[in-house]
């Protein structure tokens, strides 16, 4: 049973970097052919792709957030991590790491995913 728990702090400050990791246990990040994913949940909207990383450790982002978005693992570790810079108060979300199979297209169907974390981005 792969299980994916997200950590990081719950307020960010506008225009500050907001990092996420995600702990994966059950499986390993570099077993093929997973893709290891961000997902997140803007209040009162729908849930948001918004990048990956796989098992061989090339990245995939949503174009509308790649300028400001850096997905990266640590393999001795078993996490991964996101990286967003420069957060609006729009950022404020629940955010999801999560695990599929290779993405048919631009579609990913997860089959493993973390219970979320809430990030508000406030001053």
């Known amino acids: 049973q792969v299980q994916l728990q997200e950590s990081g702090p719950g307020l960010v400050k506008p225009s500050q970097t907001l990092s996420l990791t995600c702990t994966v246990s059950g499986g390993s990040i570099t077993t093929s052919y997973y893709f290891w994913s961000w997902i997140r949940q803007p209040p009162g909207k729908g849930l948001e792709w918004m990048g990956a990383?796989?098992?061989?450790?090339?990245?995939y982002y949503s174009p509308s957030l790649k300028s400001h978005t850096s997905i990266s693992r640590d393999t001795s570790k078993n996490q991964f991590s996101l990286q967003l810079t420069s957060v609006t108060p729009e950022d404020t979300a629940v955010y999801y790491c999560a695990r599929s199979p290779p993405p048919v297209g631009p579609h990913y169907e997860f089959d493993y995913r973390g219970q979320g974390t809430q990030v508000t981005v406030s001053s």
């Open positions: 990383i796989d098992y061989d450790g090339s990245t």
